[in-house]
Nanobody, 125 residues
Framework: QVQLVESGGGLVQTGGSLRLSCTAS????????VGWFRQAPGKERELVAG????????LYADTVKGRFTISRDNAKMTVFLQMNNLKPEDTAVYYC??????????????????WGQGTQVTVSS
């Protein structure tokens, strides 16, 4: 069993930065793929960034490429999402998720086994 707790959300102005953290508990976290999803009001949850085990592979949604960076520190059992040049359309609840399909970066929610509670990110114009 893996438990995930996100932190680092908040209110920021357009162009600002935030770093989200996701701290995990449970054995063998390093063998899980991890993903950051977001859900804006009235919209479906979408994958923003993902990383395979040990950081071998990573991917980003087109809307955040060049602005967001996912990283992980398996020793500290923590995953990060550095978000730069934030835009109002980045406003959403951000969720951290972990998948047993560690060798790849799963693209769909159903392939993730564990989820955090989410953290709100609000970007003001």
């Amino acid at each position: 069993q893996v438990q995930l707790v996100e932190s680092g959300g908040g209110l920021v102005q357009t162009g600002g930065s935030l770093r989200l953290s996701c701290t995990a508990s449970g054995p063998t976290f390093g063998q899980y793929a991890v993903g950051w999803f977001r859900q804006a009001p009235g919209k479906e949850r979408e994958l923003v960034a993902g990383m395979s085990w040990f950081g071998v592979r990573s991917l980003y949604a087109d809307t955040v490429k060049g602005r967001f960076t996912i990283s992980r520190d398996n020793a500290k059992m923590t995953v990060f999402l550095q978000m730069n040049n934030l835009k109002p359309e980045d406003t959403a609840v951000y969720y951290c998720a972990a998948s047993k399909l560690g060798r790849q970066v799963p693209l769909v929610q159903s392939e993730y086994d564990y989820w955090g509670q989410g953290t709100q990110v609000t970007v003001s114009s």
